[in-house]
């Protein structure tokens, strides 16, 4: 851009030189070139705004990927341990023909597959933000 603004002077500049552009053009010219310049600082100035905020934002996905990536690993992992159990519950019922064990195992095991693991979701990354917030195991 300002390679540009040169250019332009320049070639005024020229023109002066030979006799074409008068003393108010020239004047002309240079308030121009002022102008161009103060453009040129104003974009780089926006520039540094956008580069600013973009920033800013990839920050705040990296946060929410962090907040997610957290809130998956511990909600599959009290699954995974509840899933386990209710199966190995399930198994020594089968093994003992216990109609009861059998129960409590299939009715757990459903109830941990119809439950939504996003429904804790907002709550969590609420407390996710929090400075004193722990996650106990």
């Known amino acids: 851009m300002i390679q540009k603004v040169a ?3 320049v070639r005024a500049m ?3 030189a030979n006799g074409v552009a008068t003393p108010v053009n020239a004047l002309a010219i240079i ?3 002022v102008s161009s310049l103060n453009t040129v600082v104003q974009e780089e100035t926006k520039r540094c705004r956008i580069a ?3 920033d800013v934002l990839i920050h705040a996905i990296e946060s929410e990927k962090t907040v997610l990536l957290a809130y998956f690993t511990q909600r599959f992992a009290e699954r995974k341990h509840a899933l386990e159990q209710f199966y190995q519950l399930l ?3 089968v093994a003992a023909k216990d109609l009861k064990s ?3 195992a299939l009715a757990g095991i459903l109830g941990i597959l119809q439950d939504n693991p996003l429904q804790d979701l ?3 990354a609420k407390h996710w933000r ?3 917030f722990i996650i106990e195991l």
Request: charged letters at 30%; glycine letters at 8%.
């Open 7 to 9: 250019t332009s002077f």
């Open 14 to 16: 020229g023109n002066y």
């Open 31 to 33: 308030a121009e070139f």
């Open 52 to 54: 600013a905020q973009r």
């Open 91 to 93: 198994e020594q019922g």
């Open 102 to 104: 059998i129960d409590v």
């Open 122 to 124: 907002a709550a969590f």
């Open 130 to 132: 929090r400075e004193d």
